[in-house]
């Protein structure tokens, strides 16, 4: 991992923390390793006047919808930091009502949504707070004994936060174990199975440790031997592919594209000898679920087989986790894993086949790395539907 800060670009904001804030996020933003489609968040907190002409500490915070590789300054949404830091206090809170509260914080009604996670900011007591979901920390986290291998690589200067359904209730657990520590001891803050935190008063400091930090995983994940297989892909024949694209469609009641990757890491991922065990886990992190469904398909020499009987199990799948309010989503697998041919994807349009290709791909990548750590081990079953089915999660989707 790459540190891509220069001088000569950073020194153009100078006077200028916004500017400055959105070249980092760029920065972040390019590195797919450490954000991916949507995914991570950054922000600042800046001195602003509200509509009467009174100063005020505004959290300047990553819009949703906004990816941080192409991020602008109007990406972001200003809220008074004090109104978010009053919902921290409550001890409940439905997210729904957090993105009413969190809009009714807006100091522009012209700014984009601000993201879920603008509480968990607002706690973090410094100017600059960087968000990634880096996939070499993640490899390392979601192992049988990932907190202690955390503990092993980051020592005692790092927080490290239980997973928690991400929204409120994650902010909230923030809020609460860190009330009484004296965070000038810490340099980040690790939560389990989601990502990694820093912070500083310096862009250029939060910016760089988050590298450092990514790029320390990547080493040791190196020195323990972990590796992916790669491998060359047997040719995949115009008419498997239209009978797999049929079949698909027909599940999902659209007609869908495909996005084939038979790149040697896809394709050495796909005749993984224990393929069927190791797919079938769960993500990377709970946010990919809402774009890929938890697993994908294995598809078996009956694609149209294998295809329907993912589905009757993604039917089963809700049964056993709904609260009875939830309305089921298609069962239609979003992506595939193809033995000796390499990986698929499914869209709508070649937008999401390409969003969700891209979550595949580094899904196959992370699993394989955490297998030579002792077990690729994602969240439950019951975590990752409460994140598919979430509240806001599923009016995001319809926006889309
Ligand atoms: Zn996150």
Known sequence: MQNR?????????????????VYTSRLLGQEKDLVLQGGGNTSLKVDEMDG??????????????????????????????????ELARLEKLADSDMV????????????PNPSVEAVLHAIIPFRYVDHTHADAVLAIMNTENGKELIKEIYGDRILIIPYVMPGFKLARMVYEQTRNIDWNRYKGMMLMHHGVFTFSNDAHDSYSRMIEFAARAEAYLQDSGAEIRLAEPQSASPDSLESIRRSVSDIRERSITLNLDQSPDAVGFSNHPDLSQIATRGPLTPDHSIFAKRIPVILQEDFSESIESYSREYKAYF??????????????????????????????????????????????????????????RPLT?????EVEYWELEQAKLKNR
């Open 5 to 21: 800060w220069t001088e000569t670009e950073a020194i153009s904001f100078a006077n200028d923390p916004k500017g400055l804030r």
């Open 52 to 85: 009467d002409g009174n100063r005020l500490t505004a959290l300047f915070v990553k819009g949703s919808g906004w990816d941080l590789e192409s991020i602008e300054e109007a990406g972001f949404a200003s809220l008074q930091l004090d109104a978010l830091l």
């Open 100 to 111: 009413q509260r969190q809009r009714e914080a807006m100091l522009n009604s012209g700014d």
């Open 319 to 376: 049964e056993r986790n709904t609260n009875g309010d939830q309305a089921r989503l298609d069962p239609a697998p979003r992506w595939a894993v193809w033995p000796g041919k390499g990986l698929l994807s499914f869209g709508s349009n070649q937008k999401e086949a390409k969003t969700i290709i891209d979550i595949a791909r580094h899904t196959a990548k992370v699993i394989q790395l955490s297998e030579h750590l002792g077990g690729w």
């Open 381 to 385: 079953e019951a975590e990752i539907f």
